[in-house]
């Protein structure tokens, strides 16, 4: 079992930049594929960005490529996502998921979530 608690939104400028956390409970979290989801008005849930369970392998959307890292730390048991160059098409609630496979990068692939926090960026 793991738990996920997302951290980090909050409202920022175009070309600002933001730091999620999600920090996971549990003793198997370098079991897990981390990955990064958003969820905007109006949209489906999409994929942003994902880490293999070693950190060495990273996968993301080509509408964050150059802007946005995904990072992890197993020894403190969480992943990042470092946002930069943020723009107002950003805007949407920002969910970490937990996988056993490879990668989270389909939500299919996703077997925990975090609750969610919410990122709005002002033009």
């Known amino acids: 079992q793991v738990q996920l608690v997302d951290s980090g939104g909050g409202l920022v400028q175009a070309g600002g930049s933001l730091r999620l956390s999600c920090a996971a409970s549990?003793?198997?979290?370098?079991?897990?594929?981390m990955g990064w989801f958003r969820h905007a008005p109006g949209h489906e849930r999409e994929f942003v960005e994902s880490?293999?369970?070693?950190?060495?392998?990273?996968y993301y959307a080509d509408s964050v490529k150059g802007r946005f890292t995904i990072s992890r730390d197993n020894a403190k048991k969480t992943v990042y996502l470092q946002m930069n160059t943020l723009k107002p098409e950003d805007t949407a609630v920002y969910y970490c998921?937990?996988?056993?496979?490879?990668?989270?990068?389909?939500?299919?692939?996703?077997?925990?979530w975090g609750q969610g926090t919410q990122v709005t960026v002002s033009s």
């Open positions: 880490i293999s369970k070693s950190g060495v392998s990273t």
């Open positions: 549990g003793r198997t979290f370098s079991s897990y594929a």
């Open positions: 998921a937990a996988g056993r496979a490879a990668m989270v990068i389909a939500i299919s692939e996703a077997e925990y």
